[in-house]
């Protein structure tokens, strides 16, 4: 006997389509691999949109946080602007006085010998030619009125009128006389000193210290949500972690704003700098300040707590200047 054996039948699909009229209908046989290989194909389909739709809320996540970054970078050159033109300004000044210092101890330390004007290489005590000693210094210095009083007992140099050494006052008239004349110049340079304290109160309004002792642990700029589960946010200032009822001190000289519960950033100080700059400490336990106040680097302003929406005891605090937040540990030193 014997035994023939037949393959087996490949497994495959059959889709059949039985249209609503009498017609005859259709069917379609689809091997097992085809379908498998359709599915799969879908599979990547959907896994390659989701690869991209990911790779675009990033890209649009990076794209916010460098527009964000991109003004802040541009708020803090237009600041490094004003303060280089500020330093060029204030070095001129300090310039002038400097040469006014050299100019005044050179005259001072100067014996009379150097200070004398030389009339001619003869005698000292004979005319020169051309007209008298009185007359040459009116047609050197036509209409200065200290060489009108001055005489022959005196000598010019650059409308500076000094005693003469051959002069009948004593030492002590000629010293008054070149004294008052130094005093004439000192209105001259009260531009300059205005100038300097005004660059001495930008100095101490500008927010320079820790606004209390802890650790940064958290960052200006784009962070995770620390209360949510995902998402991204701007983190307006820097987190510091330290021990409920710590002193939170003023960055700078300033003038209290607000005090209050603002939100989510609780009980809420904010202080006004001027020269456009100001600070807010957020979650404090209490205040040590009132709207209102006048406050000085360094003073006691509140208390650290954790008031508002926060995960813990710290606080929140944040520079802005010119009415955008800037990175604040750019303006603070370690104590």
Not at 261 to 288: P, Q
Request: proline share 4%; net charge negative; aromatic share 8%.
């Amino acid at each position: 006997m014997i035994v023939v054996s037949t393959p087996e039948k490949k497994r495959c699909f059959t889709i059949m389509i039985v249209p609503h009229s009498e017609e005859a209908t259709y069917s379609m046989r689809l091997p097992l691999y085809a379908v498998q290989i359709l599915v799969a194909l879908l599979v990547l389909v959907v896994i390659a949109f989701c690869v991209l739709g990911y790779a675009y809320l990033r890209a649009s996540a990076l794209a916010e946080e460098a527009n964000v970054l991109r003004e802040v970078n541009r708020a803090q050159q237009d600041e490094i602007n004003a303060l280089a033109l500020e330093t060029q300004k204030m070095m001129e000044q300090m310039r002038e006085v400097d040469e006014l210092i050299d100019m005044v101890t050179e005259k001072l330390e100067a014996s009379p010998e150097e200070l004398e004007v030389e009339l001619d290489a003869g005698d000292p005590g004979e005319e020169p030619d051309g007209g008298g000693f009185d007359d040459q210094q009116s047609r050197l210095y036509p209409g200065n009125p200290h060489i009108a009083s001055a005489g022959n007992n005196a000598y010019v140099d650059h409308d500076r009128v000094y005693g003469s050494r051959f002069a009948s006052g004593s030492i002590m008239d000629r010293a008054a006389d070149n004294i008052a004349f130094l005093q004439s110049m000192v209105p001259d340079r009260s531009g300059t000193l205005d100038a300097v304290g005004g660059y001495v109160e930008r100095i101490n309004a500008k927010p320079s210290i820790m606004p209390t002792r802890g650790r940064i642990v958290s960052g200006f700029g784009m962070r995770r949500i620390p209360y949510a589960s995902s998402g991204y946010q701007f983190h307006n200032g820097v987190d510091i972690v330290g021990a409920r009822g710590a002193a939170i001190w003023a960055a700078a000289d300033g003038k209290v704003t607000y005090t209050g519960y603002r939100g989510s950033l609780g009980n809420l100080v904010i202080i006004d700098h001027d020269y456009g700059y100001e600070t807010y400490y957020a979650h404090l336990a209490g205040f040590a300040v009132e709207s209102g106040e006048e406050v000085k680097r360094g003073e006691t302003i509140g208390y650290m707590g954790s008031t508002g929406r926060t995960t813990g005891t710290h606080l929140h605090y944040e520079v802005h200047y010119e009415g955008s937040p800037v990175n604040p540990v750019n303006y603070m030193k370690q104590q």
